[in-house]
Each structure stands twice: as C-alpha cells, then as structure tokens.
C-alpha cells in the first residue's frame, strides 16, 4: 500500500525570483489597484498608507530589509530543495491553482486534475517577455521552463484519485493534457512551475491538483478544501502500489497586502494540522492572493493522512511598501 511519508508548503510568489532592488517596480501597479484586500475589507493605496502608517512599513520595506528577507527566502527555498533529494519520494501530489494561466471565464473549473502522461511546461517567448508588465518578466523565470519541455505526471495514481474523489461525491474536472491556449501550448500554471524550476533536482513523476481559490463565483470553502484533503489521503492510503509519496501546497501565505496577524492564525493551525480550525476560517479573508493558502490546507488534511508531524517552519513578511504590500512567504515542511 501507499504511504504518506513528507509534506511541505512553499510560497511561489514572483517576489522570490526578484531582485530586492527591483521589487518596487510592482508598486506602481498596487497604486493602481483599485480593489486591495486586507482584513476582509477593499481599499486603495493611499487608504492603506493611512490605516497602517503606526506599523513602520516604510522600514520594513526598505531595500536593506528587503535584502536581508529575500536572502532568508533563497536558503528556505534551498532546504526545501534538499529535504525534497533527500526524501526522493516514487510520487509528488502537487496542490496548486491557477491564474487565468490554463482556465478562463467561460471554463474555471472548481477542482480539476490531470490523468495523462505528461504535463507540458514551456518557456516564454522573448516578445512576450518584453510585452509583460513592469516587474513580471524580471520575475517570470522563476517558474517558467528555460525551454519547451514536458514532465511525467503519475496517470494511475491520479486516475485513482479521481476515482475514489468522485465515489465520495467529489464532482472534479478531468484532464489528459491542458488545453491549447490562442497561440498554441499554454503549459502549466506558474503554482506549479515555480515547484519543478526551484525545488526539483530532477523531475518526479506527479499528480497534479488544481483548485480556483481566485475566481468567484465558484471558489472551493476552506471547510471543503479540508474535505477534499482529507478524501485525497484516504484515496492514497488505499492504493494498492507501495509508493513513497510526497504532498505539496504551492501559494500563499498573505498577499498582495500582508495581514501578519492572520497569517499566524493560519500557521499555529497548520503546525498541530488542527482542521478544525482550518476548516472554520471565514471565507472573507480568501481574496486575491491570500486564497491561496486554501492550497496548503488541502496539503495539510492529506498529510493528517499520513500521521505526519511539523519539521521546519520560516516565516517572511516581504513588503515592498509602505502601504503593507508585498508577499508573506512561507516555508514548512511535515515529516
């Protein structure tokens, strides 16, 4: 039978594949925000520098600070690299979600998976590179390929899932391979680039979950991600192959403005992997980026699975200004 024997959560932002001199180039676009979400509520920037102006952003954001959190980051994205060699898992589950990537308006499926073969992951071409937004082509290849390639992807392990999902009344969207954007292959979303480009030595074969933690009107509960782990776990403990499984939740923690107090809530739940808690956590602080942490909680009811307890745990708050934007990043890994 299959074990469970490592979990880890990773933030993927594109902060982490750019340089501390160069985060300010994407304040310009949080000037334009029209919709900043922080403690449920929507603000604009200038609103946000005047509600936080007693918690010192201006220094936290300064390029010194900067520097020496982006460094802290590197080495937890190196440890985690090497826990991962070290575990050398038969199969990585990869819990991830998608920005307008692969999916679009007319097709945003809730829960989808692939069962194919393979995964395509591509590089992006110079002339889009050189058309993307001031900040985001710096970033981009920390999670785009250096060239086209494909990766395998476990198609009888994540057939079995889908299977036992669906028995357990799991209605998943189902993949062979990811649609065809207008000018060809879109290959996978950046949640799970970023995993093959900065955590993998050589590719494991995978399975890879996609939830849409972004887009209303038909974003998954945290009591359902908690759910949905936790029918994963049990899917995986009943499969009749003896692998060495590893689980993954890519994303999060707080962003695009870092609430530091409900990130603590979210961690001091996931070190006792307390889904309780998890599952109770109201739906009006998952907007924008934060939602992502919906990633981690399905991560962490699959690893409840496996008995699994805390190993490491890094926390980041990288802003990039003095209104509270930026990226909480965070880093733990189960063992």
């Known amino acids: 039978m299959a074990q469970i024997v490592y979990g880890f959560g990773t933030s993927h932002s594109p902060l982490l594949s750019t340089p501390p001199d160069k985060w300010h180039l994407r304040v310009e676009a949080d000037k334009k925000n029209p919709s900043l979400e922080f403690k449920e509520n929507s603000y604009v920037y200038d609103q946000l520098v005047e509600l936080r102006k007693d918690e010192n952003l201006d220094h936290q954001s300064s390029l010194p600070v900067r520097t020496q959190r ?29 920005q307008k990537e692969v999916f679009n308006e007319n097709n945003t499926p809730a829960i989808s998976m692939l069962y194919g073969d393979t ?38 392990l994540s057939t079995h899932i889908i299977s036992s999902l669906t028995a357990d009344n799991f209605d998943i969207a189902t993949m062979k391979s990811l649609p065809d954007g207008p000018n060809g292959k879109r290959g996978m979303s950046h949640a799970y680039g970023f995993v093959y480009r900065r955590l993998m030595q050589m590719p494991i074969p995978a399975v890879h979950v996609c939830l849409n933690t972004f887009y209303p009107p038909n974003q998954p509960t945290a009591a359902r991600c908690v759910a949905l782990g936790e029918a994963i776990g049990k899917a995986v403990l009943n499969y009749d192959k003896n692998y060495r499984v590893a689980v993954c939740g890519s994303g999060g923690l707080s962003h695009f403005v870092i609430d530091e107090e409900f990130d603590g809530i979210v961690i001091d739940a996931l070190k006792i992997l307390d889904m309780e808690k998890l599952a109770s956590l109201s739906e009006s602080y998952f907007r924008s980026g934060t939602s992502e942490i919906k990633n981690w909680i399905t991560t962490a009811a699959i690893i409840k699975s496996g008995c699994l307890k805390i190993n490491m745990l890094d926390y980041i708050p990288c802003y990039r200004s003095e209104a509270g934007t930026g990226n909480a990043m965070g880093f733990m890994t189960w063992k």
């Open 119 to 156: 995964v395509d992951h591509m590089a992006i071409p110079p002339e889009r590179l050189a058309k993307l937004p001031p900040g985001i082509a710096v970033a981009a290849r920390g999670s785009s390929a250096r060239e086209n390639t494909s990766y395998p992807i476990d198609a009888d």
């Open 70 to 98: 982006h460094e802290q980051c590197q080495k937890s994205i190196e440890q985690l690299k090497a826990n991962l060699e070290q575990v050398d898992p038969d199969i990585l589950i990869i819990i991830g979600n998608d």
